[in-house]
């Protein structure tokens, strides 16, 4: 008897495991779409929550090379928080793979779409994020990401000729 319940103790325990395992990956999916949402929505103060405090490793391009959060929020804000710049950010394919109990990595596909008003410009990218993650007091959160352009293109809606014509289409010099 103590054998068969021994048994059914450590599958119990395997069971819990492994749909922690299953409510943790949601959780990090939850916040990558969360940040993505927080980016297109204009609400800095959000993008920053999706991110750990103190030491970060944010790289994105051209964009900045960024050791903590306050620097990304700071040129989130000046760059991309104007009623003139509608973004679509559309994240696909998430690989996500736990390392230990607080810990995580993931790769994800991203589509984004910017259409800029004022410059009359839209531009249209592919990229792949690959990020870590840390659980903080129960919390996953973003603590390094990393964003490689795989293609971009970027079209004029207004000129002379009054047409969308290609400025740009291919992948990028620098990634």
């Not at 008897?1 to 819990?16: G, H, K, P, V, W």
């Not at 749909?19 to 800095?44: T, W």
């Not at 736990?98 to 790769?107: E, Q």
């Amino acid at each position: 008897m103590t054998a068969n319940r021994d048994r059914t103790e450590e599958q119990n325990m395997e069971l819990a495991q492994r749909i922690q395992a299953l409510e943790d990956v949601e959780a990090i999916k939850r916040l990558k779409h969360d940040y993505l949402y927080f980016c297109d929505s204009k609400q800095p103060d959000k993008v920053r929550e999706c991110f750990v405090a103190g030491p970060v490793h944010i790289d994105y391009g051209e964009v900045g090379v960024f050791d903590n959060r306050e620097a990304l929020v700071e040129v989130f804000t000046q760059a991309a928080c104007h009623d003139h710049m509608v973004e679509m950010h559309h994240a696909q394919n998430p690989r996500i793979d736990l390392v230990d109990a607080d810990s995580a990595r993931g790769v994800w596909g991203l589509f984004y779409h910017l259409i800029d008003t004022r410059r009359q410009l839209v531009t249209q990218l592919g990229a792949c994020y690959e990020d870590e993650y840390r659980k903080v007091d129960g919390r996953w959160l973003i603590s390094s990401t990393v964003c490689r352009i795989n293609s971009a293109y970027t079209t004029q809606l207004a000129g002379p000729e009054a047409q969308a014509r290609v400025v740009f289409a291919g992948k990028p010099l620098r990634s």
